[in-house]
């Protein structure tokens, strides 16, 4: 009884403007109409005025529904001012956030393409870094010495899938001399690939960089647990060897981390904006 009274009041309330819209008007027919002058016999008086009392009752009403229709008005333009600038206050927030995930992913870019040229990596050559989000990997930053293989293709991709799946589960993975892509219209170099590890035959032939030498090594972050892999990788059979990245990243692997524990970039991106 309590909730149907409730809603019945609400009700009310929220048609304000309306009940005070049609009191006005009946008013306006009542003066029309003399009805305000009507009287009859009741009470012990044979000239009782119901018709005044009948009107002072709709004057009454209309101004209680009036001063409320002004209160709501005022008090629906004060949320709509709010939400307008809480509107704006979060625009304002997903612009800073997207310029700081542009500097970071800027400066973590930077930070690879040094590693390139210590590395001694040519037009052939590249490195992607991708962060493990929601049981996936997401790309979080590559780099080459040739623009066409910086394009992003794919940015995330199934955790126990390919060479980046097999190198997460085992710590590291590498292989060397994988067949020519152009084999056989491709047969090879993906018989070669799905042998090692599972992966869809659409996938690879998807890839716009079908390598022949690949080092898969994963990232563990400051408290121990993987975080990420680094992929290198290049189209010629045998650029390097595992030993000759390792020892390289042995004086760089603990900005590596820094930079990796602090790249949740993705996450905020995704967070609030929706992506």
């Known amino acids: 009884m309590r909730i149907q009274l409730k809603k019945g009041i609400d009700y009310i309330f929220d048609k304000s403007l309306i009940i005070s819209g049609v009191c006005v008007v009946l008013l306006s027919v009542i003066d029309i109409s003399n ?24 004057v009454i009403l209309s101004l209680i529904f009036g001063a409320i229709a002004v209160a709501n008005g005022k008090e629906i333009y004060k949320l ?3 939400s307008q600038e809480k509107s704006s206050k979060i625009n304002d927030l997903e612009s800073k956030l997207n310029e700081v995930v542009n500097e970071t ?39 080459s ?23 997460w589960r085992e710590g590291e993975f590498f292989i060397e001399n994988l067949p020519d892509c152009n084999s056989r219209n491709g047969n090879n170099y993906y018989n070669a690939v799905n042998t090692i590890h599972n ?43 595992k030993e000759f990245i390792v020892d390289k990243l042995n004086g760089v692997k603990q900005p590596l981390i820094m930079f990796i524990e602090k790249n949740n970039g993705i996450v905020i991106s995704e967070n609030v904006l929706g992506v």
């Not at 992929?231 to 059979?237: K, Q, R, T």
């Open 80 to 82: 709509e001012k709010d």
């Open 105 to 143: 992913n800027d400066l973590f870019n930077s930070y690879l393409r040094l590693l390139v040229k210590n590395l001694s990596f040519t037009h052939t050559e590249r490195i992607s870094v991708y962060k493990v989000y929601n049981n996936k990997f997401k790309l979080i930053g590559r780099t």
């Open 199 to 241: 992966i869809p035959r659409e996938t690879v032939d998807g890839m716009k960089m079908k390598s022949r030498n690949f080092f898969v090594y994963r990232i563990n972050g400051y408290d121990g647990n993987p975080k990420a892999v680094l992929v290198f990788e290049s189209l010629n059979p045998n650029s390097f060897t």
């Open 145 to 167: 010495v040739d623009p066409l293989l910086m394009e992003i293709g794919r940015s995330e991709y199934p955790i126990d899938e390919g060479f980046i799946g097999k190198g």
């Open 35 to 58: 009805v305000n002058e009507l009287t009859i016999k009741a009470f012990g008086s044979d000239n009782f005025e119901i018709g005044k009392i009948f009107y002072y009752v709709i």
